[in-house]
Structures are given as C-alpha cells and as structure tokens.
C-alpha cells in the first residue's frame, strides 16, 4: 500500500490552522454572537425615543 505524500515542507496555510484549533472555533462561535448581539440590543435600546 502507499502512504499519502505528507512531505510537503511548506508553511500550514492559515485557515487551516484556524480549522484544526478546535477550541479558537468554540471561543469564536460563542464570543462573536454575544458581541454582536449586545451592540444591537444597544443600538436598538438607544432608537427608542425619550418619553415625556
């Protein structure tokens, strides 16, 4: 049988390295929602008019 040709001696492009780290993946799907989430509930809470 033969082996795959993992001798390849170039640099690990970087969206692969980003795809093998499954952890940054876990800390970017949970962070990235909350961030954005939170500025729309401030962008959204900041539109309503001020009441008299």
């Not at 001798?7 to 940054?24: A, H, I, K, R, Y």
């Not at 954005?36 to 959204?44: K, Q």
Request: charged residues 10%; proline residues 12%.
């Amino acid at each position: 049988m033969t082996e795959p040709n993992n001798t390849e001696d170039g640099p690990v492009p970087f969206m692969q390295q980003l795809l093998d780290n499954p952890f940054l993946l876990l800390f970017i799907g949970v962070a990235l929602p909350s961030v954005l989430y939170t500025i729309w509930g401030i962008v959204d809470v900041m539109s309503i008019p001020v009441g008299q």
